[in-house]
């Protein structure tokens, strides 16, 4: 039977969906982890029940939920934790664990990468604890605020560490650990180990950038903002876009005024 999923999120479902979550992972896979605060046409969702559907701003996002866009999309994740994922026209990205407690900021985010570029921008659960990325080469950790990953057809991954505590890059049993922004490291395909680490250009980390920055005319939605409005929903495209009969509407966030 495939997953229901409610059109949009408030901070409200969210906080609960991760206590759930904090207690019982398997008994929440249905709960959302965050939501897509911005994007781009032309993206789209599959959940692990094969379930698929295009995105829009607003809508939530789910443990082990593909996210894939195409040649004009891009996609501005927000998790509950206040964790930021920018994904880039051409990517994919499966968020395989999320746990996360709302109180003390404590959890574990670990991700998967198949292609194209992504950029993280830790929220609570970095502080104190390692985000790891896979990729169809390397695993890349990164304990604090941000970086970028890139990830080509072939297998090849960069990751450019641009501020935090650290970020390892592992492959074949070697890691290297950068600790200086704008430095990055390299894997040219599964099997083999990872580059030495090498500062990067301007003209690269802007190209990076650039792949994942926004653009005019893209569609937002505010998802953890106390009063802020939620996203108009959007008509409904086949039947499994029909609104289920078992959930309830999205909550308003606390505090805001009828409509």
Known sequence: MALPRPRFIALGSIAVALNLLALAPAAAADQPIGGIAAMSPAARGTMSSGESQELAAGAGV????????????????????????????????VIDKFVYDPGTGAGEIAGNVAMGVLRYIGGAISK????VFTTPSATIAIR????????????ETRATFLSGEHMRVTAAGV????????????????????????KAS???????????KRRPGEQHAALHRPGGPLAKATP????????PAKRPPAEKPPGQPPQ
Do not use: W
Request: glycine fraction near 8%; charge should be neutral.
């Open 62 to 93: 789910y443990f082990q939920e593909r996210l894939a866009t195409e040649d004009e999309g891009r996609l501005h994740i927000e998790l509950a934790d206040r964790s930021f994922l920018d994904l880039a026209a051409n990517s994919e990205l």
């Open 175 to 198: 890691t290297r650990e950068v600790l200086q922004a704008g430095f990055f490291v390299s894997v040219p395909r599964r099997g083999a180990p990872p580059s030495a680490i090498r």
């Open 144 to 155: 604090g605020s941000s970086m970028l990953v890139e990830v080509t057809p072939g297998g």
């Open 202 to 212: 301007r003209a690269e980390i802007g190209r990076a950038l650039a792949a994942v």
């Open 236 to 243: 409904a495209k086949g039947p499994h876009k029909k609104p």
């Open 128 to 131: 104190n604890q390692d985000a």
